[in-house]
């Protein structure tokens, strides 16, 4: 499956799966019809088995703005309802890639702000190019947040800097996310889509049954009690130990790399 | 309204609610009366709609010592039940503060220990002066934390830290505490009031009800469930969508700084 | 109580309960024997009164290499109970270490991987040596993480580099642990006893109570809402106002070290 409409680039090849935000004329602002198309291309990511990984990336100059502030401004009066509709469908999409038992893997072109902040950061692994910078930027419009900002930042960069970038609207630098563990790691701008390539080529190779187990876990992992994650690793180690497990397993004494595409 | 005694002087001016601990001769410690006036004065900077922002520091040399270690030593085979009503009372101030729908800025004008310590970092926005200092202090007269340390420490720096500073009583310079997030920046001594007052103005002109629903959702990130905070965004989103997102968005595209004032 | 058993060496001495992983010919990793020895040496730690802090590490070169692979690849097709019994008889050992009301100090004399990595940070405070360095290691056999690491990981690292770890296997050298607060502090290899000592000494001659108290506190911070977790502060203040405090304040106003072993 693949498609081209409304602002996303859809496509899936060798196990990836490819979602590109492609309205790069407004910096890839998000308006109803892109979040309509954005949530197909999730579902597509998280129904299709033969997709292992799945990458985001952004066209252009910028990662994304964040909502489209033109749509918003049409709205007027209806403002409430317009918001509610697009950033539910959005939520729908994140949702999916989110909770899917796949590695989520973002590539961040350029600078992100708003509910582009959200994706961006959503990765399991973030690659930040160095021209990339992160601000929240809903404060100044009189807005809150969205797109799972409010329950990712604490959880990535602790509630210190949480609260700075979303009541101060401090801005980011690539170096300085990547400090905080906002971002996974930085790349140069021109090296980006090769080292991304290489990385997506990794996670899709990887044991995705144990690493959908350890992404799901890790999501869980704050609001959850000692006792009871105790008892999810090792329900997930039981169910981890099937084919992956003993293909991992067999290669280690073998001295081979393991290749758990065919497990 | 304005009052000072027991040790707090309190008083409303410019849409700014300033609580000042005022025991300078005892470095700020709390005792009952004390803890009484800071619950009235909290309760104060909650229900009066005329304060946009509340602003806590301390007179003298130290921003607060903690809880009156002679008032324990009085209370002698009733100290269990004198703590009890001490913290209980203190915790009622705290939670107003806490929980209020408008920002809390914190200037920590010298050291801060015990409670102390829970007052210091509870702020939103925490600017500290050089020569503060941040110490847990329980464990070496036989207690464990209260103000919500054991909630709040992890938060800002991570268990490893929080670990430290209470159980092994680990000092923390103004250095140490930016670095980690316990503050979110130091401010030379001499230039702490100023820099307060600016930060305090730029939040009393912040679209309040948003930073009011964006504050509760970062204190309540870390315990929700990804799929909850998501939800309380949305509808966050759509209920700041009234007037402040309005005037936002309007000087968004007029090019002119908002107004929230008069949203 | 003291033993030397299937891999686990125990002895109880000066209030300290010292248990060390002993298998070093093969990376102290750990077998079923092995694990049901470690629950032992546990639940003696947890009720032998006279235990008022407790020692982990591991005897060789390394500090322990994680579950025992041999013993996986033995089992074949019945590698999934076989797991399941291995990580459910340490996953008891584990809780009761990590729930025990009494401080937990790990000396990490070497490379931790898989529930190696699980046991070497899973301390209150957690000295590293210069030569240990520490890996998930799991995804690379296709499994997922047990041991708790899924649920310490994000609370000690935060979430970035928890994914970093267990999802793309990065390797932290000692210093990058300390720098990320994956443990408290590096200490020269050959210092690691003596320092170890002297923090397990420290420790133990702490008010045990309110340590115990404290480090609850801490383990449900995360998961537990802000007013939950204040009623939990104020009812641990009242209860260690028993002997602990009683010995505390008098100390603080006599100018001399408090006994909390006496108390």
């Known amino acids: 499956m693949s498609f081209s409409k409304d602002g996303i680039a859809f496509e899936v090849a060798d196990g990836i799966g490819r979602i590109t935000l492609d309205r790069p004329d407004i910096g890839n602002a998000i308006d109803l019809p892109m979040a309509r198309a954005f949530f197909e291309a999730a579902i597509a990511c998280e129904t299709d088995a033969s997709v292992r990984c799945v990458v985001v990336t952004g066209n252009g100059r910028l990662f994304c703005a964040g909502g489209d502030i033109g749509a918003m401004r049409q709205a007027g009066d209806a403002l409430p309802a317009a918001l509610t ?15 899917m038992p796949k590695p ?24 930040s190019g160095k021209a990339a ?29 949480a609260q700075e970038m979303i009541l101060t609207n401090r801005r980011l630098s690539a170096d300085e996310a990547e400090a905080c563990g906002l971002v996974t790691r930085t790349v140069d701008d021109a090296e980006l889509a090769a080292e991304g390539e290489k990385v997506a080529q990794k996670l899709a190779s990887a044991p995705v049954a144990a690493f959908g187990a350890a992404r799901a876990m890790l999501r869980e992992s704050f609001e959850s009690g000692f006792e009871t994650q105790l008892d999810r690793e090792l329900r997930s180690m039981a169910i981890a130990a099937g084919a992956e497990a003993r293909e991992g ?13 065919g497990a």
Chains 1, 2, 3 share one sequence.
Do not use: C
């Open 104 to 127: 989520l893997l973002t590539l961040v072109n350029g600078p992100a702000a708003g509910v582009g902040l959200s994706l961006a950061v959503m990765g399991d692994v973030v690659l």
């Open 249 to 261: 397993i067999a290669a280690f004494f073998e001295k081979r790399p393991a290749n758990f595409r």
């Open 133 to 161: 910078h992160y601000t929240a930027a809903y404060g100044a419009i009189g807005l809150t947040a969205d797109g799972g900002l409010s329950w990712l930042l604490p959880r990535l960069v602790g509630l210190r800097k």
């Open 85 to 99: 509709e697009l950033i539910g469908t959005l939520h729908a999409g994140i949702q999916r890639l989110a909770t």
